[in-house]
């Protein structure tokens, strides 16, 4: 059993009364790829208290005016604003490591210097004496 199937209990008529959206609204929904319940392998929806959200925000958008299409970019657009959002956190840890790194082959490369100073210069006092 995976998470999805787990998470996802509710029958269309459960979450119909939930949300307090009519059965074939919801199913206009997932027609419009605004919802994607899950499917048993019988191909009875099943959603999730996710999903119940969802369609409770997709309702008050829809109250609002804005058309089942208009909504649909809004979720394109924040799931692509999510995705861009962990590029970005992924990014920015790669960066943090290679600072890292580079701080360390600085560090490196002057202790070599370092050392390199003083075995020469070690060498120069021995010679003088």
């Not at 939930?18 to 059965?23: A, N, Q, V």
């Amino acid at each position: 059993m995976n998470k999805e199937s787990s998470t996802s209990i509710y029958f269309i008529s459960v979450a119909s009364s939930l949300s307090g959206i009519h059965h074939q609204t919801i199913r206009s929904y997932e027609e419009k790829g605004l919802i994607k319940p899950y499917r048993t392998g019988g191909g009875t929806r099943r959603y999730s208290q996710n999903d119940i959200d969802k369609l409770i925000q997709i309702q008050e958008l829809s109250q609002r005016g804005i058309n089942l299409d208009g909504i649909k970019i809004i979720y394109e657009m924040r799931d692509k604003i999510e995705e861009l959002q962990e590029k970005i956190l992924s990014l920015q840890e790669e960066v943090s490591q290679e600072k890292i790194q580079h701080i360390k082959q600085e560090k490196d490369i002057h202790q070599s210097y370092k050392n390199e100073i003083v075995k020469n210069s070690n060498k120069n006092i021995r010679k003088n004496i």
